[in-house]
Structure formats: C-alpha cells, structure tokens
C-alpha cells in the first residue's frame, strides 16, 4: 500500500463517523498486542492550549535524554505529522506499511457486530502506539482528539493526567454547558495518576476536581498550587517564572508567542513536577530550560516572515483561541499597523464571537475558505458582511491561495506592517507551503 491509498483508506473510514466508547480502539490494540502498554504516558485534553503544553513537554523529555512519542491533531499538511518519534515525523512508507498491515484485524472487527468498525481517529491511535513501540519510545505524550472520556486515547493508563484550559467549543458533541464540556474533559482523570490543570472558569474546575476526588487523586492547579509570572513577551516568544513544589522558582523562556504561553508553560512545568516521583523518568533542570526553549508549535502564532512586513500564521479556531489572538497582537504588535488579516472559519464556528475579539486589532480583512475541512466551511461572504457591521474593509477571495495573495497585494498597497492568517488551522495549513516550502 502506497501513502495516497492509505490516507484513502483512512478517509473511507469517516463515513462512520464519532461513535462513543473505547471498545473499538481496545479491540483494535489487543490484536496488536497491546503496544501502548509498552511505553509510559503522560496524557493532555483541553480546550486550547493541548498542542503546546504537548509541545514543551516532549521537547523536554527529549532534552532529558527519552525517547519521545508525540501524538496530537489535527494535522496541518499531512497525517505524517500526527505521529512523531523524538521530533520526526513518521515517514510516509512506515505509515501506509503500517495501515496496510492494520487492515485485516479492522476488517474482521468491521464484521463483528458487537464491536463495529473502527473510526479513522481509532485507527490512528492504535497506529501511533504500535509505530512508538517499534521506535523504541518510552514516554509518549499522547493528545486527545475531541473530548477525554470517549476519546479513543483514554485507553492509556497515564503516569500524570493534564487539564489545559476548557471552553466552550464543539458543543454538538461535548455539551452545551462549560460543566458538561469539562466533564467529558476530565474524562481522562484516571486513579492513581496525579491530575495537573490549568487555570480554568470556577464551573469548569469544580467539575475538574470533583471528578479527582471520585478517582482518590491529586490535583495540582496552576496559579494556585504552581503560581506562576509572566516576565515578559514579545514576537521573539515569552519569558516566565514558576514556582513548582518540587522544583522550586524557575525562569523559562519559550519561542511560543503570547501570554497565554505562560499559562501553558507553567502547566508544562508543573507536569514536568508531578512527574518527578514516576519510575524511570528523569528531567534535569538543565532539560527543562533548553526543553522549553526548543518547544516548537507549527501555525499558533507563528511568525514566518518579517521584511518587509511581519507575517503570522494563527490556527485560532474557536473564540477563546480568538480572544488569544487578539490580545497577542495587543500585546507584541501594536506598533505594526495597519494590518492585513486573511480569514477563513469552520462551519461550526461562531464566526461573530471570534471577529469580535480579533477586530480591534485588523485593519482589512480578506474572507476566504480552506479547500478542505470536516466540517464543512463558513461562507466567506458572511464573514466579510460581518465584518463590515464592525467597521473593517472587507473582501472576498477564494480559492485560499489566491486570497493571501490579495492579502498581500493590499498590504503592499496600505503599506502594512502586518499580515495574518487566522480562523483556521484547516486555512493555515494550506497555505503555510508558501513561506515554508
């Protein structure tokens, strides 16, 4: 099978949609020969801030001398990137090799009634279990793709289970309250595994800690039990200061731009402190420092460009990611005006809520739609009439290419100091190529 056919295959599997429960991933693991048992686990859900809290860790265990498993989504390019060992991505031959070897043990579980066929994301993450274990990992940092409780990572038995921050997003799934999101988040709370959460709404922690207190384990909460400071930020990235029980004061610094990368490198931190007890896991401070310094986040605020004018890659895809992004560009950018946004959204997206926390920041927009997403696309010409109720110039474009390229003729012709790509990490992802190649 070459890669084009397995991601073909991959895509077949979609018709079957999220189905709830971990029957199938378990099924589909023990067939395998249960390789995520192979391996330690530290596991992440969240609303926003999973990939970079993912990030920093791996790069420190890394740095520390692990061999690191790192799996998150969604993917920007290709599904390659989902699954990677010590920083590299698996290569596109092991990866269809091993979805070609997968097929026979999906198609007799397809046949079985009591089990179903298993889900293109089930299927990945007993991919990434059974490619660490014959890569040698030892730790693996392990993301959930939508919610925690049912989510086909929830298999792991994690040596620290971490909260990042909970809003409201995907409430077609997850609920349609804040507690009812953050109970299916806490789903991967797990006994005997410490619980690290980030700052989150007094709803969402109350269900955070009441789920801890059932499962007898402790909690560690950042900005309480693990306070933490920002020092300072700027395009360059953000420096912070954390105080971890074990580790005591710290001062960080991480490329990851904003200060809501404070909160996720503390989160980080005081991960990287739960940790210190667990069997065989070892992490200097010398790691943490260079760890976190070497912590990379493709397309979350990333500056690609910088003459003649700053070029930022945003993936914000839901309000409170928004609302990040918006005081990000507050924050290190607010001598670089005007500026230019591509934007493009989701369907599923509360297109308003989010333009209403990136608009003070924009000078001109133009509304565009990635060639591909799940979900289907928002209509660019009711993003641009939006935007114009708020006071912003505003264009339609499409395909996305073509758009940022009238982004950046309009820059050229306002002589902008900025142009963003922002709403979507389906968007950025099609059109990163062209700074990065």
Known sequence: MKYDAAVGYLSSLTRFGMKPGLERTEALLKAMGNPEHRMAHIHIAGTNGKGSVASMLESTLREAGHTTGLFTSPHLRQYTE???VCGDEIPERQFAELI???VPDIERLSEDDAIGTPTEFEVLTAACF???MRSGVDVAVVETGLGGTYDSTNVVRPKVSVITHIAMDHMDRLGNTLAEVAANKAGIIKRGAPVVTAPQDPEAMSVVMAKARD??????AVGADVPYELVSVDLSGTTVEVDAPTLGRIRLHTPLVGRHQAMNCATAVAAIDALAGARGISLPLSAIC???????????FEVVQQLPYTVILDGAHNPDGAASLGTTLHDVACGLRPRVMVFGAS??????EMLRWIAPEVDVIVATAASSTRMGTCDPHEVAGIAREMGMEAHVVMPALRAVEAGREIARKIDAKLLLVAGSLYLVGEVRGIWRG
Not at 347 to 352: A, F, L, Q
């Open 215 to 220: 499962e007898g384990t402790l909690v560690a």
């Open 347 to 352: 369907r599923d997206k509360p297109v308003g």
């Open 290 to 300: 260079s760890g976190m310094e070497k912590a990379r986040h493709p397309g979350r």
């Open 82 to 84: 989902r699954i990677r």
């Open 130 to 132: 059974l490619w660490f």
């Open 100 to 102: 070609a070897e997968m």
